[in-house]
């Protein structure tokens, strides 16, 4: 990416030019299916007149977690982002065999989100990561990955990032949702690599695999929003959404599993808080109805639940985030929800 600070950027992704100014949407070749049928990743690029940051928005890095695919859709109907500073490059569906096949995985049976950085000669999902690395993440100042919990499995609105680092801090806390999760696995995850590359680099979790879930949308389009407001890519006179939440970073979390195999009837929900030894639910045998009874192991705020009610015995049941202050992320999380609900997000405006 080359820029000057009147000029604009000037973006180079498989040897097409995109220059200040320009809209346009680019196929990332990928493997052909064997049928012939050839495959690409689409990427939009919208390129701002006036240089700035180059800010990745993706999703579906894990083929069947769609509140992403649904949040950039929006993000891209939004006429203000025509008139940003700097660049926005979107990637709707990054793991595009998964999305046909409402899967999590690849063909090859593989997570792409534990291949980054790949290989030009490695399996497919370590190619795919190449061509994703070396044509769109290398060109980027900043990034956000959009998730959802797995099959069954819920998360509220979360991000997860480095928070240690002092610019990714920042944006974590412009985003505006009320849990922040200090992650800094090496597990050559897109958000890994991209730190190892001194990319700030934002994953937000929420929702459910194969379901669209409108408080994890609108919370995720809003952050997007905010970020790029906070890197100055849009003015901040554009509309502010004042359901901003205040952030809260966990000091650590605890997923609780089940020593038990049946009916899983439960009263706790996500975003409630626990006590230590609190009942969080019971687990019924469906054959001869005894039931046993599952205890919070420590305080904190339900981030993560499952929702299927036959489990099996070492089963994650909860998610548990412990927090300093848990009366007041309660709050939070509270108002959140009722803003976040109620607060019709603009789909057009002019920044
Ligand atoms: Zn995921």
Known sequence: MMSTPSAGNTLKICDKTILPGKRVTIDLPISPLYTRTPMSIPVHVINGKKAGPVLLVCAAVHGDEINGVETIRRLLKMRGV?????????????????????????????????????????????????????????????????????????????????????????????????????????????????????????????????????????????????????????????????????????????????????LFLSPTALGHRVLKNQVLASIADPINGTESIVYAPTKGIIIGCNHLPLVNEGEALFQIAKFEKSKKVLAQVKEFHTTHLEDETPTEWDV
């Open 82 to 262: 025509n008139h940003l500073r700097g660049t926005l490059i979107a990637v709707p569906v990054v793991n595009i065999f998964g999305f046909i096949y409402h899967s999590r995985y690849l063909p090859d049976r593989r997570d792409l989100n534990h291949t980054f950085p790949g290989s030009k000669t490695g399996s497919m999902a370590a190619r795919i990561s190449h061509i994703f690395v070396s044509e769109i993440l290398n060109q980027c100042t900043h990034g956000i990955d959009f998730h959802t919990g797995g099959m069954h499995r819920t998360y509220l609105p979360q991000l997860h990032a480095n928070l240690r680092h002092k610019e990714t801090l920042q944006l974590a806390r412009a985003f505006g949702v009320p849990v922040l999760l200090d992650v800094r696995d090496q597990d050559n995850s897109l958000r890994d690599i991209a730190n190892k590359n001194k990319i700030p680099f934002l994953v937000f979790e929420g929702g459910e695999a194969l379901r669209l879930d409108e408080l994890s949308i609108r919370a995720g389009l809003k952050g997007i929003l905010n970020v790029m407001r906070e890197l100055g890519m849009l003015k901040k006179s554009s509309p502010s959404f004042n359901s901003r939440a205040e952030p809260f970073i966990a000091r650590s979390s605890v997923w609780v599993r089940t020593n038990h195999s049946g």
